[in-house]
T-cell receptor, first 117, second 115 residues
């Protein structure tokens, strides 16, 4: 089945540093990937839609200069949290659609737990 | 705008009991998809089912069944003969068929199956 790999699974960084999270589709090509954020015991909130070869589309309220998204190939999207602060600590999950047809189910990565100290 | 409501924040039952997780959605669009995902303690999201708005047939997959009723905008999920391994957070989600298919998630229901 379709597999989405996310790396790292967890990361601890100091306040002010930047962290890069990778999302890879291992056995399919994904022209579109999605980045979600999940606060503890909360639902998933869409942050942005990552489009291969073009700029990401950010949801309202998400700072594009803080959460940099790059989708340089059909199998890789990256999310960089720049100048991280403790309030950025969260669980970040990417997803991608396997299949060319609309409605193909989205497959999610295992998520990255970011802790900013 | 779309909205998904899972009114049950937490449910706790004893193993082998049947349990139903409620999901109510709102959208003005007539074409959409509904999903259920399972999030075990490890954190990953596991796809369970997708249903499109044209198909109101109920579906059964082993111990899992889903009841889709457009008249009440509900897409409820029932687990029969629950097992401890069913313990997880379950999310209901909606995506429009037109457009980028961004998922809108409900708040999730934390299901605990006690032995």
């Amino acid at each position: 089945g379709a597999v989405v790999s996310q790396h790292p699974s967890w990361v601890i960084c100091k306040s002010g540093t930047s962290v890069k999270i990778e999302c890879r589709s291992l056995d399919f090509q994904a022209t579109t990937m999605f980045w979600y954020r999940q606060f503890p015991k909360k639902s998933l909130m869409l942050m942005a839609t990552s489009n291969e070869g073009s700029k990401a589309t950010y949801e309202q309220g998400v700072e594009k200069d803080k959460f940099l998204i790059n989708h340089a190939s059909l199998t890789l999207s990256t999310l960089t949290v720049t100048s991280a602060h403790p309030e950025d600590s969260s669980f970040y999950i990417c997803s991608a659609r396997a299949g060319a047809t609309q409605g193909s189910p989205l497959h999610f990565g295992n998520g990255t737990r970011l802790t900013v100290t | 705008a779309q909205k998904v409501t899972q009114a049950q924040t937490e449910i706790s039952v004893v193993e082998k009991e049947d349990v139903t997780l409620d999901c109510v959605y709102e959208t003005r669009d007539t074409t959409y998809y509904l999903f259920w995902y399972k999030q075990p303690p490890s954190g990953e999201l596991v796809f369970l089912i997708r249903r499109n708005s044209f198909d109101e047939q109920n579906e059964i997959s082993g111990r899992y069944s889903w009841n889709f009723q457009k008249s009440t905008s509900s897409f409820n999920f029932t687990i029969t003969a629950s097992q401890v391994v069913d313990s997880a957070v379950y999310f209901c989600a909606l995506a429009l068929i037109q457009g980028a298919q961004k998922l809108v998630f409900g708040q999730g229901t934390r299901l605990t199956i006690n032995p």
